[in-house]
Structure formats: C-alpha cells, structure tokens
C-alpha cells in the first residue's frame, strides 16, 4: 500500500482548521494561494488550494463572463456536481478574476516584495438574493500568515466585510440572506 505523504500532511493541516480533503484542489497548504468562497444566500464556505507558480499565469476575460461561469460552477458546487476538473477551472477564473481587480493591484503595491505573492489568502464573498438572481463578487485579501485559516476565522472576516458592504454597498445586500450555519 503506497502512501501520498503530501496528500496526508496536506490532509492534517486542513483538517486542523476545519476543512475536509475535498476542499483540496492542485497544491498543497505549502506552495498555495488559497481562495475561500463563501456564498451567504446558499449557506457555502469552500475552499480551494491555488499552485502559487500558477498565479500570473492568468488570461483577460470580460468580467461579465467570469462571473456567470463563477457563478454557475458556485452553484453546480454547492449540489455536490462539481468535478475535480471543474474546480480547477473555477480556481482559475478566480484567479483571473482577482487579477481584474483593485483589490490585487493594490495588494502588489503596498505589500508584495521582489519575490512575489507569497502564500497568499483570498476570500471571495458572493452576493445574490436566490439561486438563480444575478451574482456579485467581492474579493478581500486576508494576508499570508499563516498555512491556512479556520472555517471559524473565514466566516467571521467574510460577515465583517459583508457588514461594511452593506454600508458602502447596499443594493448588493438588501435581499441577501446569511445561510452560514457553522458548527
């Protein structure tokens, strides 16, 4: 019986802060830009593992196409009818996704060094009143200290930005309910 040792180690890490195995995508917790996805009105906390050589390896689409494909992957997902390749793609359209934004470009200015991303963590909150209304996207960069953040920590930091969104925002929140049940 052979034993994948980075998958058993990758295993354990996840499992510490909350996570399933399932949530493991193309790297591991140690070569990783991890993304978190939480999508309120669906009550989804996901997580998916980035290879970090990947991360600037990233093609320009329209944003109006990322986020219908991110959306519908979202909810095939949370119906358990995501492939393994599935998930890669949609770890890439976030990744392209990210690159479109702000949020990243701002992120590089201020904090990356000449070696580049570094263990990166992203959160994704998704906003849309039922499954099938119109999605909105906001990415958050929660820093690169650690291996991996807790489904606790995740849900926490994604409702505190939600709360600002809905003061910054509030056409993206007025129908949105929070399902996030974590035990």
Known sequence: MDIDIDQEISKAHLNAAGWDLV?????????????????????LV??????QLKFDEIKSFP?????????????????NRLSISQQGALCYE????????????????N??????VKNLHVGFNLYRQNKSS???????????DCRIRSTNEIVDVARHVRS????????????VKDLININ
């Not at 949530?23 to 009550?43: A, M, Q, R």
């Not at 976030?94 to 690159?99: D, F, I």
């Open 111 to 116: 904090y990356v060094s000449n070696d580049g």
């Open 23 to 43: 949530n493991y995508s193309d790297s591991t917790p140690f070569d990783s830009v991890v993304f978190y996805i939480v999508d309120f009105s669906l009550g």
């Open 63 to 79: 944003m109006v196409s990322l986020v219908g494909s991110i959306s519908e992957r979202i909810l095939n997902w949370s119906n």
């Open 134 to 144: 119109k999605l909105s996207m906001r990415p958050f960069i929660i820093g690169n």
């Open 94 to 109: 976030l990744n392209c996704y990210l690159h479109e934004t702000q949020t990243l470009a701002l992120y590089k200015q």
């Open 164 to 175: 600002l969104d809905a003061t910054n925002r509030p056409e993206d929140q007025q129908l």
């Open 46 to 51: 996901k997580l998916i593992l980035f290879n």
